[in-house]
């Protein structure tokens, strides 16, 4: 039987060699992305020691005195920065914050709009996912191709025929702003709550570079904090709603779907959101920028990037059709031993039992905007992705490209302080 603590360096070792690969790779999953020195710090504070159920100053546990206060910073920052009436940072994840506002506002037999899992719907919105788990009855928008989105027509006549107690809005393959507005009277005639997912553009919402979905018809918005908004690993829950719709948001919440909310990662989303009312235009503006300029340059050289019509995306994710190149999971893996590191992806077309082996693949820009690339650089990805899968280059000379681009950006930027990503951080001395 082996030695607990040669297994315990063993996974040390391997943390290690993942930040060593990241490092020396250009990551574009358009659902990740790196914290600022400051956020990180928190982590491995006290907090992440600590238990603290219920709201601020009303806890169930003793010790909550710096916690209470590091919440309360926390709550009015993100009502500041989104200009909300309420805010809510105790989910965990976005799929937590998403499951809670299931719980408050919606009970089993309920009826619920949501956009297509083919469309770039998420899977907590899907019959297998926690909205069919709550054992509500889901209808889907149609899906406009051409346009990337939901058609509005389709789904004004869907939303008065059903006649929804939710109509959720918001995707994982999020390109164009949802119609809100146009949908507004639709909602209106059947007294519907609009919630948004706003898990992938968080970060654009709040540097304004996106849509204002309270401002447009929304009454709640959830979402994760590590995408676009370049937090923890962590969730939140916004409101522009009447007290007791709010009131049950926040039920559902504790006690419905969690006790504890991780106070490490709640006080790093606050250091991030302080960032982000300081940074935030900025580095949202030039994300989108950056995916626009890498969707142009990827279609310049021969590959069907999706959206053309409308300029390929007004967000920090493209999609690509690459079944010319092979698909999906071809290209993704073998992109991905290149050193170039992204997500084959479900397309309007395909069957959800192919998302295995779908007909695209989704790539992300905010995490190379953090560290500093711009358009130039989207020119440069694009070329050594054509070389991989267009050429068919050989492994070692895409990777040489990888490593020569990487290597020119050190910094995280739009954030308090200076850091070198992907460095392993060292607590531990194996001669202690």
Sequence with gaps: MSNPYDEALKIRDLAVKHNKFFEESIPL???????????????????????????????????????????????????????????????????????AILFGLSKPGDTITAPPLSGGGHISAAKFGAVGLRGLNLFNYPFDVDDMNIDIDGSIKLIKKEKPKLCLFGKSVFLFPEPLKELNEAFKEVGTKVWYDAAHVLGLIAGG?????????????????????????????????????????????????LSNHHLNSMAALGVTIAEEIEYGAEYADKTIRNAQALGESLSSLGIKVLGEKHGFTKSHTIVADIRAQGGGRHVSEYLESCGVVLNKNLLPWDDNKKSQDPSGIRIGTQEVTRIGMGPSEMKEIADIISMAIVDNREVDQVKSRVLDLKSRFTETKYCFGKHKPYSYIELFNPGE
């Design 29 to 99: 999953i358009a659902s990740e992305n790196i914290m600022s020195p400051l956020a990180m710090e928190m982590l491995v504070t006290d907090f992440g020691s600590r238990y603290a159920e219920g709201l601020p100053h009303h806890r169930y546990y003793q010790g909550n005195y710096y916690v209470d206060q590091v919440e309360d910073l926390t709550i009015d920052l993100a009502k500041r920065l989104f200009n909300a009436k309420q805010a809510d940072p105790r989910p965990v994840s976005g799929t937590n914050a998403n499951t």
């Design 209 to 257: 570079k996106f849509q204002d979905p309270l401002r447009e018809g929304a009454d709640v918005i959830s979402g994760s904090t590590h995408k676009t908004f370049p937090g923890p690993q962590h969730g939140i829950i916004l409101g522009n709603t009447d007290d007791d719709t709010w009131k049950k948001v926040q039920r559902g919440v504790f006690p419905g779907v």
